[in-house]
């Protein structure tokens, strides 16, 4: 709000001091509400008032507004200060519609027009507050009004530089809540070539503005690359005095590089070599600039943050390429540097950019190199942001010559990680365990130890998964079943491991029946004391292993009892029958 003593209204400024001087809540509604009467009375019955004065009674009610009051009346004469010629008028109406007037007021047509009249005024400050409301409304109302006006005014020859740079970004905010709304349109060709604007405020701007229309019409901002290139190459080769207006903290205009960095995102390398060159050129700049020390009389914090993002934003283009194998294996080099750093964003910022360069055939063995760093910081993190950036990376860089250690620090995490994560987490690893299984006994443990660490949160395709290739490997059928046996004598056991145990000695219970404390009997016995504390469905997905099992034992107790009879008739003396207890018996031979 524009300064009470500047503009003398004297009146505001008593009624403010009211306000704050007022002991209770009660005593300032009592004080707002006498306000609100006298400003309706001034506004309906003093048809004299100038345009001061409504000034002064609009400005009453946006303080009354910004207390947290409704205010249902002064629209209108907010309204017609738009047409005043005074700046501070024309200023307290334009705050007033901004805040105040909703999308479907039947005053909307009244301030269309009245912005489009100061659009075409020879005033830029007016111009200028124009398009400052319809950026701040953003409707669609003002998307379809001035959807074509606005382009015109940005490449007009004729409009001055600070009204290039409110215009451009005027339009993004628009094109952002609105993008079917626009069209690539003539006007294309002329927006890219505001790149090569003297101005550097123009030029922040519009690079701003073809970033986000270059997403959606590539083809026709593709004429930005090498003008982005030129522009870039520029500032990594100025130093701060060159550009010392749009210099921060002795870092030459960092703000503008990320834009045009990210903007060169959009598109694949150039094929032009000499633009390849430059741009190359310029990413090693950035490179190379990243490892100096900082100027002797900058502000370190600010001086590195600025760094810092153009470097970040360098990487990201490095990645994106993904064609120069000494820039990425140099990325990430310099990315290690901060795996170990005191700054927490700088810690996430490098793990979240790893993780790309991890999927980089050029670049991930340099990134395996910082193993021993990553599986660290997942042990004495403290930000749990951090530490999940940091399985995401591990997960990335995973291969079959370091799967079993990743695996193996993943499933110790797992115990003490944030349940937030978790059940990515068990994602992962299964994902892992059976990319990278050479044996696919280590497989079952992997899934087994899942189930057991962190039941609640393996999904139904996890341990479908492992019954998958249980059911399809003969080789591992007999192991598993004598794992999920040892599994489910712990009195702790999860009911997904009931579900998986159940399943696989159902089918294959048989394969270690032979053995001493695994005959059908006792698995019986083992999976019905699990029964009672089962849900509904899981004891549905038992009943057919039942049965297979029950049946099992009954065939066991025949051969037995045809056994006895043969021993006890002399027809065989080439087994000995040896009571092991009164439900069990074990034949040797």
């Known amino acids: 709000m524009p300064s009470v003593k500047g503009d003398g209204m004297r009146g505001l400024a008593v009624f403010i001091s009211d306000i704050r001087n007022c002991k209770s809540k ?33 400005c009453k009610l946006l303080f009354i507004f910004l207390l947290g009051n409704d205010i249902d009346f002064g629209h209108m004469e907010a309204v017609n200060l738009l047409s005043s010629n005074k700046y501070t008028e024309k200023q307290i109406g ?33 111009v200028n507050l124009a398009l400052q409301c319809i950026s701040n409304m953003g409707s669609r109302e003002m998307v379809e009004a001035f959807c074509t006006d606005l382009p015109k005014l940005l490449v007009s ?20 809540n609105s993008p079917e709304s626009f069209q690539p349109g003539e006007y294309a060709s002329r927006i890219v070539h505001l790149l090569n604007d003297s101005h550097m405020g123009v030029v922040t701007s519009a690079a701003s503005l073809i970033e986000a ?102 990487i990201a283009l490095i990645i994106h390429m993904d064609s120069e194998p000494q820039l990425l294996v140099r990325a990430c080099n310099q ?14 910022l490098a793990l979240e950019s790893m993780c790309l360069l991890a999927t980089s055939e050029f670049s991930h063995d340099a990134v395996k190199k910082h193993q021993d760093t990553i599986i660290n910081s997942l042990k004495t993190e403290r930000d749990v942001s951090v530490r999940q950036r940091a399985v995401d990376l591990l997960y990335a860089m995973c291969d079959r010559s370091n799967a079993n250690q990743i695996v193996a620090e993943m499933l110790a995490y797992l115990e003490t990680a944030d349940f937030s994560i978790r059940e990515e987490m068990v994602l992962k690893v299964a994902i892992l365990a059976e990319k990278y299984a050479t044996d696919y006994t280590w497989y079952v443990d992997v899934i087994l130890k899942l189930i057991r660490i962190a039941g609640d949160y393996v999904s139904e395709e996890v341990w479908y998964r492992v019954i998958q290739i249980v059911v399809n490997h003969e080789d591992v ?17 999860h009911e997904i491991m009931v579900k998986v145990g159940g399943y696989i000695l159902g089918e294959f219970g048989n394969l270690i029946a032979v053995y001493k404390g695994y005959t059908a009997q006792i698995q019986y016995k083992l999976l019905s004391c699990w029964l009672d504390l089962s849900s509904i469905k899981t004891r549905r997905l038992l009943h057919p292993s039942f049965i297979k099992i029950r049946k099992r034992a009954d065939e066991s107790r025949e051969s037995k009892s045809q056994m006895e009879d043969k021993m006890a008739s002399g027809l065989s003396e080439q087994f000995s029958l040896c009571t092991m207890s009164s439900n069990e018996t074990l034949y040797l031979c």
């Open 335 to 348: 990315l290690g540097t901060f795996l170990s750093h005191r700054e927490t964003n700088l810690r996430y």
């Open 157 to 176: 020859g004729e409009t001055i530089d600070f009204v290039k740079q409110s215009a451009a970004l005027c339009i993004l905010k628009l094109f952002r």
């Open 213 to 314: 229309l270059s997403k959606k019409w590539p083809e026709e901002y593709k004429g930005a690359v090498p003008l982005a290139i030129s522009r870039l190459s520029r500032i990594v080769t100025a130093t701060y005095t060159d550009l010392q207006d749009y210099t921060y903290y002795f870092v030459p205009a960092p703000w503008l590089c990320v834009k045009l960095l990210r903007l060169l995102q959009n598109y694949p390398p150039p094929d032009d070599p000499s633009n390849k060159a430059r741009l190359l050129e310029c990413l090693e700049g950035i490179l190379n600039k990243a490892q100096d020390a900082p100027a002797p009389k900058s502000k370190k914090v600010q001086h590195s943050n600025a760094k810092n993002a153009v470097l970040f934003e360098a």
């Open 26 to 58: 009660e005593a300032e509604l009592k004080r707002i509400n006498e306000e609100l009467v006298d400003i309706r009375s001034k506004f309906k019955d003093d048809k004299t008032l100038d345009g001061y004065q409504k000034k002064k009674y609009v």
């Open 94 to 126: 334009y705050l007033f519609i901004s805040v105040l007037i909703e999308q479907q007021s039947d005053l909307m047509k009244l301030i269309v027009q009245g912005i489009r009249n100061d659009l075409t005024s020879r005033n830029p400050v007016h």
């Open 477 to 493: 059928q007999e192991y598993a079943a004598e794992t999920v046996f040892k599994a489910l004598q712990n009195p702790t056991c």
